[in-house]
């Protein structure tokens, strides 16, 4: 038998209890890897349903997109399914040039024209990817290897925004779709470098390397997610060896800490937008002077200080300056709401609630969220706003965040390639939950101009006008301020020692796992 070394060796019982239930033997578990999370159970392994964020790094790990871009530069596109494309002259037909031969796991067959049509029909009925097909106008399969999509706008940024990173719409077998039903919610089956092999309720993931993905290759032999929202949990799996890599913290005490242990920390740079969700319909946040209340009582630099300025930094805008079509608040003209305690006090007496009040809510078990919500939770008591929250699991989080029944405040985390795309989910009334396909207006904020503006920004070609109306419409939402902008954060990984290396040096927002899993420099090869 063979023995697994250095980093790859796991701790007897760990390894015999994963052995024994994925029937992966010790001969061909040279390398495996094992990664600790920083969630909770996923609840859904469908990648058009999910709003786990370990999905990210799963999906890209069982699943394809049409492009892709290198990693370490999501602005550098790449192919992915698609081995090459072409554009009309109005920029609204995209022709995409399937790569042959590329195997479904399982044995399902050759991916085809006909499975990337499916995809993005089934995408746009009603999923969580629904908002990132709306401009769609028609989908077909030319022939076997060839699909054409049909936009409603030309969009300069489809290639990232509905065909790639941003979209997330992954190519789905059709066949395995229908045939496994229900449980293709927990069985996986795509065409990337790794397979399903077993699936743990709250507990883990594992894939095993597909031999058969030619156009992405896996340097390991296969790779275990832990599910693991508690920090301790992780770090303890990482200090006995059970565990390869972690989702760390952003506490700039514990990164030097880890450091100082002689672990490599990789700040990867995410640029995830923290933001207090208000929900307009209901009482007392209907009223714009709670709103605003709200936002001079907290203090953004105590979050900053908490997290490590190394990770976090306050922000002022809906969504980062850097993202496509982002620009600084004093570009746009952002009303800016500082913290002043006392001022939020004067607005709660104004808007009737001299002696505050109290609130029940809920929040995700997810990294950062709990630490997160306890420090808004302090500062709002400050000013006699008493908000008493439970924490639940990530996807019921969000499932309930984007229905009906959303509460009446909410933290939210979202990372986005382009402005435009983060605001049309979030304040575009057509985006409000209950409505088809309504997505991430948990404020269920509702304002025609707003919405105008927007409208406007999706139907120009021109990325400099498009900025200028997404600019337009980010200042006249923050001045009924639906959502609170909080923080810019990134994400910590942790790799044990100089063992586990990163293949490129630089950050990724879109994929920052695949250097410890497969070889990068192969996926633009048809």
């Not at 790859?8 to 992966?24: A, E």
């Not at 076997?144 to 999509?149: I, L, P």
């Not at 992954?170 to 293709?184: D, F, N, R, V």
Request: aromatic content about 10%; overall charge negative.
């Amino acid at each position: 038998m063979k023995r697994r070394v250095g980093l790859f060796l796991l701790v007897g019982v760990l390894l015999i209890g994963v052995m024994s239930v994925v029937g992966i033997t010790q001969q061909d578990a040279e390398k495996i890897v094992d990664f600790g999370l920083a969630t909770g159970d996923p609840g859904t392994l469908d990648p058009h349903m999910s709003t786990w964020p370990g999905g990210l790094s799963i999906f890209f790990h069982t699943y394809d997109l049409l492009v892709t871009h290198q990693y370490g530069n999501v602005d550098e596109l790449k192919p992915g399914l698609a081995k090459s494309w072409e554009i009309s002259e109005d920029k609204r037909t995209y022709t995409f040039n399937l790569r042959q031969g590329v195997q479904f796991h399982q044995g399902y067959g050759e991916m085809t024209a006909q499975d990337v049509v499916f995809s993005f029909d089934r995408a746009s009925e009603g999923t969580l990817r629904t908002a990132f097909t709306e401009n769609l106008a028609e989908i077909k399969a030319l022939d076997k290897y060839t699909v054409q999509f049909k936009l409603k706008h030309p969009n300069p940024l489809s290639l990232w925004t509905t065909f790639g990173v941003e979209g997330r719409i992954y190519i789905m077998s059709e066949q395995a779709t229908k045939e496994l039903g229900e449980e293709i919610k927990i069985h996986p089956v795509g065409t990337g470098p790794f397979e399903f092999v077993n699936y743990v309720p709250n507990d883990r993931l594992v894939l095993r390397k597909f031999e058969k993905c030619k156009h992405r290759e896996a340097i390991v032999d296969g790779v275990v997610f832990y599910y693991l929202p508690e920090l301790a949990s992780r770090e303890l799996g990482l200090r006995k060896g059970e565990l390869d890599v972690i989702l760390g913290a952003t506490d700039p005490d514990w990164i030097e800490e880890m450091k100082a242990e002689g672990y490599l920390i990789d700040v990867v740079n995410m640029k995830n937008q923290a933001a207090l969700i208000l929900n307009t319909s209901c009482e007392p946040f209907n009223e714009l002077k709670v709103r605003k209340a709200i936002a001079h009582a907290i203090n953004k630099q105590d979050i900053v200080d908490f997290f490590g300025s190394e990770t976090t930094e306050a922000t002022n805008t809906l969504a980062p300056s850097s993202w496509a079509c982002g620009a600084t608040a004093e570009e746009i003209g952002i009303p800016v709401y500082q913290y002043n305690p006392e001022k939020a006090r004067d607005l709660l007496t104004q808007a009737g609630y001299p002696g505050g009040f109290t609130i029940e809510t809920i929040t995700s078990d997810a990294s950062i969220w709990p630490n997160m919500t306890e420090l808004i939770q302090a500062q709002l008591a400050d000013v006699g706003i008493k908000m008493n929250f439970s924490v639940i699991t990530h996807s019921r989080y969000y499932g309930t965040l984007m229905s009906v029944d959303a509460p009446p405040i909410g933290l939210t985390r979202s990372g986005r390639f382009d402005v435009l795309t983060y605001m049309i989910q979030h304040v575009h009334s057509r985006s409000q939950p209950g409505k088809p396909g309504g997505y991430l207006n948990a404020a269920f904020f509702s304002d025609p101009a707003v919405d105008a503006l927007l409208e406007a920004a999706e139907a120009t070609p021109s990325l400099e006008e498009r900025t200028a109306l997404v600019s337009a419409a980010q200042k006249l939402t923050m001045e009924q301020l639906p959502i609170v902008p909080l923080v810019c954060q990134r994400t910590v990984v942790v790799a044990r020692r100089s063992e586990l290396k990163y293949l490129y040096q630089g950050n990724d927002f879109f994929y920052p796992y695949g250097p410890f899993l497969e070889r990068v420099d192969l996926v633009s090869k048809s």
